[in-house]
């Protein structure tokens, strides 16, 4: 069984070749009532990625996206024939596709977003999960209202805890699971 990496990497080729279609939908939970922080960034810089590039798109919202999604992670765009999740194969498949927003920056400049980027991607995201994952406060009274608001119980509960343990377990090998809040505040 090929890993989600590589087929997303062979749907990032192999999509280049195809016009943009009328019908792409980006795929992402329901907003007012169940998105998290970290999804919802996610969603919002696909979102505006594809609006600078002009192309065409409909959001579309599911309870289940995260786990329609090829990743496990949202959002996750169906264009075609193909199925690409998360932010950067999503911005490759894109520019596979020849639409580039950065074409007209220097080596330096990409090399500056691309560090960007990663500062973002280190820092940003690590502290909306551990905000919304394990700060307690947050995580009882935003956290699991919100993630298990469309499942029935007792689903809602085993996949809160299994999401949570997925994250901390994420956040303990970056070494963000034993910091406090004063911490994660200095990490940014």
């Known amino acids: 069984m090929p890993s ?9 080729e192999l999509g280049a070749n195809e016009p943009w279609p009328e019908d792409a939908k980006l795929f992402q939970p329901y907003e007012v009532e169940q998105i998290l922080l970290p999804s919802n960034a996610s969603s919002l810089s696909v979102q505006a990625f594809l609006k600078m590039c002009g192309l065409k798109f409909d959001i579309e919202m599911r309870p289940n996206a995260e786990h329609m999604s090829p990743s496990g992670n949202i959002p ?4 075609g024939s193909f199925v690409v999740s998360e932010f950067e194969p999503i911005v490759a498949f894109v520019n596979n596709k020849g639409i580039h927003l950065s074409d007209h920056l220097d080596a330096t400049q990409q090399a500056d977003m691309r560090a960007y980027m990663s500062l973002i991607n280190s820092v940003l995201v690590n502290t909306e999960l551990y905000i919304s994952w394990c700060d307690s406060t947050t995580m009882q009274e935003v956290t699991k209202p919100r993630y ?3 499942y029935p119980w007792p689903l809602n509960h085993v ?6 343990s997925q994250v901390q ?5 970056l070494e963000w699971k034993d910091k406090n809040l004063d911490d994660v505040s200095f990490s940014i």
């Open 4 to 12: 989600v990496i590589l087929t997303e990497s062979i749907a990032v």
């Open 76 to 79: 996750f765009l169906r264009c």
């Open 148 to 150: 298990g608001s469309v």
């Open 159 to 164: 996949l809160i805890w299994r999401k949570q």
């Open 169 to 173: 377990k994420k956040l303990a090998v």
